[in-house]
Structures are given as C-alpha cells and as structure tokens.
C-alpha cells in the first residue's frame, strides 16, 4: 500500500477544522474567564510535575497584576476554556526569564528591542482522551495550538510596540516551537543549563527563542485563518 502524504494533510486539515469550527480565539473578557484560564494552567502544570499544588487551585503569579499582561484563550462552545496562553509585556518589574536569561535579555533591551514573553501555555488534555501526547503527534492538538499562537502573535503585533517575543519551553517540546519559526536565543547557555543543573531547578531545561515573520505563511498553507 503507497503512502499518499498530500491526502493525509488533507484528511488532517479537514478535521481540524471541523475540530475548531466551534472554538472562539480571542482575550479574556471577564474575572471568571481569566480564572478559568489560570484553573486550566494550573491542572495541567500540576499532571505534569511543573508545579507545586496549591488551595486555590489556579496558576497566578505577580505578572497577572500587571495591565501589560494580556491572557488569550480558546473557547469552545459548549466546553468553556480548552486553551490559553499568556502575553507578557516588557516592564520595571522585568520577564519572568529573566531568572536565567537576564544577561541575553538585557542586551537586546540595549539593541532597542521592545520585548515580551509567551508564558502559561495549557491546552486541555481531557479533549485528546487525557493522554498527554506530544502536539505534533496529535493533528488537533497541533492545529489548536497554532491558532492559539496565531491569536498571540496578532494581538503581539497589533495592540503591543513589542517587536520581539520570547518563550522558554520544555526541550522535548522544540519541533513545535520549530514550526512557529522560532530560533534559540543562546544555545551555549542552553547546553550549560541543561548540563549542569540535571536534577535541580525544571526551568534550566527549558529554552528562550525568538519568532520571524513567516508564521502567517504558515498558517495559511493550513487554511486556518
């Protein structure tokens, strides 16, 4: 039996779409969206080791107070929230990489470069059947995370000066971030991270990028916009 890969990406962009025909991408509107969306980083970071439980339930940090941080998120129709991700803006108090890239972040500070950062990033793994598979390897969860950064992306470019984006991410995660075009802000710091800290702090494992302009390209190759 031959391999037909052009009926394949048809077959997958067919699903998805019809996967995400009742998805809302925008911000948040209200208090119980934002907790919605905080709830759901939460769940998920808690299943997965990156975070420490707690009472309330909900993934906040002191970055949420600020009005240059905007939340997006995916809604569904009838499920709520099954999506979000969090747009940092560059301010006095700084980027949460700044804890381990500081020194990078700085210099493009210098270089006149108006910077933010993608954080809380959480997709609802109760829509995959609670398995938590790898995006690339699932077309809807994939095609739902593209078009939630495609939402970040817009919002980025139209109602923020940032002119640069910023995220740190799992390295067992990078062929996603390598299909959102975006490049390693310091691989010599990654590799120092990633081998002298084995066993310590969960955040040296992760890696800081940079996005270009062909993402949009991208996304409409997959008719997704």
Known sequence: MSFQPLAAL??????????????EFRTVRSSEELK???????REYVARGYLTPNPAELKLSIYNALVTTTTLVAIHHSAGVIATVSLIQDSPLGLPMDEVYKA??????????QLAEASMLALDSRLFGGRRVFTLFHPKK?????RLFKALFDYMRVMTRADELEACFNPKHQSLYDLLHMQ???LKLLAFNMLSH??????????????????????KIHHLQ
């Open 36 to 42: 919605s969306a905080m709830r759901l980083v939460y």
């Open 10 to 23: 048809g077959h997958m962009q067919e699903t998805a779409a019809h996967f995400l025909k009742p998805v």
């Open 198 to 219: 084995i066993g310590h702090e969960r955040r040296n494992y992760f890696r800081a990028l940079t996005p270009n302009d062909s993402f949009h390209s991208l996304l």
């Open 142 to 146: 994939m095609f739902l995370t593209l």
């Open 184 to 186: 390693p802000l310091d």
């Open 104 to 113: 990078e972040l700085d210099d493009m500070r210098r270089d006149g470069h």
